[in-house]
């Protein structure tokens, strides 16, 4: 019913409160007549009930001749319109203000390439029919083209009672400001199972527990308290989630809540609505916190699977050779490869990368990634009377900006195995280019459940002291959870390579 713009990033973009307002953008155009743009597309006019919150998307194409960005002190936002910066009764606490409710998403968009917008918005407590105008602006330079472009929302329902979200909890000192989470829109199959996450500040005055008579935990929400379809057996209950993952979590601090979820056999879209809540005692906040999930009629197939890695600045996809028994299709014409930096789940045509004719490619080498950039990859199986027959997974993946070669003549290789009592790691002592006098300082190791090329210090497990000291028992895993590993070679207060990142399941057994 709605049409969906899948994007990522972490959803700090759909959140403008966190842009980069210190980054400065080099020779950035000042003159209004070189900014222009087109409307391009949009998602669909909605129906809401009072109070209810949903997200919106909005696309236009950078007709003139100055880059957007949506940093620095001049960045592209969207306004509101007809009037201009008029305050918005579907404002959400999530806007940059009531007049600007989402910066662009892309961080810069040159000439004719596309910029993205999208928001929550909540519908205001009286029913009836609004018509809400937007329009793009380089802030401090100059508004863009007014093309009209608005949203019908639709609110029916009763009447409901306007909710100060600030003073909820007052009575208990409980508050929590949301921080972050894991993809927003997430397509899954039936039975398929996935893991998510989400993190708050703990913004009031009492310490978060995770244990004890008051807990914190994630419960469902929209309606409190209902039993999820997505519920897994390794939640605490069907309307609990999670525990909260830290042991304490004191005001200022952040806490984080990560759990698996299990798709239902019954196709569809679903809006699956969580809030953190001090058990026997209150709800924490109504921020609104939700995925949107698309449950597909297709089994996950794994059998066509997708794996990558990152290697002296390239991209390298390797993936199962399609069965052609499982499709209608009597041939295959070839693949499909799509790239995004900002959908998690790219598709043909709107993400199409590269096309490789015939069906027995099985890997491809992306040489055109810009390091420090992160992408998504998926591969179509394509036929070329039927289009896209299935997709492989998923897979992300950054490009470090010191991603340095390995080099032929010294295999800095980490192996990985899941034992009892842990993750045992072993990499080969690294010795490129190094005299007796010119050892390494030792080894960081670098471990993320979410990226497939972890880095350091953003994801920094551990340090390993000294040359020759080439294993290490991570004892701080969870059975059943995925990890990624890398080694870092330290020296002189830097990283100078990295060992090939290796993934794995603690299986815990």
Do not use: C
């Amino acid at each position: 019913m709605k049409k969906l713009l899948v994007f990522i990033i972490g959803l700090a973009l759909i959140f403008p409160n966190f842009t980069s307002a210190n980054q400065t953008v080099p020779n950035q155009d000042q003159s209004p007549e070189n900014y222009h743009a087109i409307w391009h597309s949009q998602s669909n006019h909605i129906i809401l009930q009072p109070l209810e919150i949903t997200t919106v998307w909005l696309k236009f194409q950078n007709t003139g001749s100055a880059t957007w960005y949506n940093y620095g002190d001049n960045p592209v936002r969207l306004g509101t319109s007809r009037d201009i910066d008029r305050e918005s009764p579907f404002y959400k606490h999530t806007w940059i203000s009531a007049n600007r409710p989402a910066k662009l998403i892309e961080s810069e968009v040159p000439h004719n390439f596309y910029g993205t917008f999208e928001f929550y918005v909540k519908a205001p407590a009286i029913p009836g029919t609004y018509q809400e105008y937007f329009q793009p602006l380089a802030e401090g330079i100059t508004w863009m083209e007014d093309w009209g472009v608005y949203w019908n929302f639709t609110v029916q329902g009763e009447a409901s009672e306007v909710i100060d979200e600030t003073n909820d909890d007052d009575q208990y000192g409980y508050h929590a400001a949301w921080i972050s989470q894991s993809t927003e829109k997430i397509t899954m199959a039936s039975d398929e199972i996935k893991t998510i996450w989400v993190e708050f500040e703990n913004t009031g005055s009492k310490t978060w527990y995770n244990y004890d008579s008051n807990p914190v935990h994630l419960g469902t929400d929209s309606s409190r308290d209902r039993d999820s379809g997505f519920y897994k057996n390794t939640w605490l209950a069907t309307n609990r989630a999670a525990n909260l993952k830290e042991t304490e979590v004191h005001p200022g601090q952040i806490g984080t809540f990560e759990f698996y979820i299990k798709a239902p056999t019954t196709p569809g879209e679903y809006y699956e609505y969580f809030t953190p809540v001090v058990e026997n005692l209150t709800w924490i906040g109504r921020d609104g916190v939700y995925w949107i999930i698309t449950v597909t009629n297709n089994n996950f197939n794994n059998n066509f699977t997708l794996t990558g890695n990152v290697n002296a600045g390239h991209v390298t996809l390797n993936w199962n050779k399609y069965n052609l028994t499982q499709t209608s299709s009597p041939t295959l014409s070839g693949y499909k490869i799509v790239r995004s930096e900002f959908n998690s789940n790219p598709t043909y045509p709107e993400d199409w990368w590269v096309y490789l004719s015939g069906n027995h490619h099985t890997s491809y080498t992306d040489t055109s990634v810009t390091p420090g950039h992160n992408y998504y990859y998926r591969v179509g199986a394509y036929d070329s009377n039927q289009g896209v027959v299935e997709y492989s997974n998923n897979i992300y993946l950054i490009v470090p900006v010191n991603n340095l070669p390995n080099s032929s003549d010294n295999q800095f290789d980490l192996v990985a195995a899941s034992q009892n009592n842990g993750i045992h790691l072993n990499w080969s002592e690294y010795t490129q280019t190094l005299t007796t006098s010119n050892s390494i300082d030792g080894y960081k190791i670098v471990r993320s459940k979410y990226t497939s090329s972890p880095t350091y210090p953003d994801h920094y497990l551990t340090y390993i002291s000294g040359q020759s000291n080439t294993d290490y028992l991570d004892t701080s895993v969870d059975p059943g959870q995925n990890y990624y590993y890398r080694i870092g070679v330290y020296k002189n207060g830097q990283i100078i390579e990295y060992s090939n990142s290796v993934h794995l399941e603690y299986t815990g057994y």
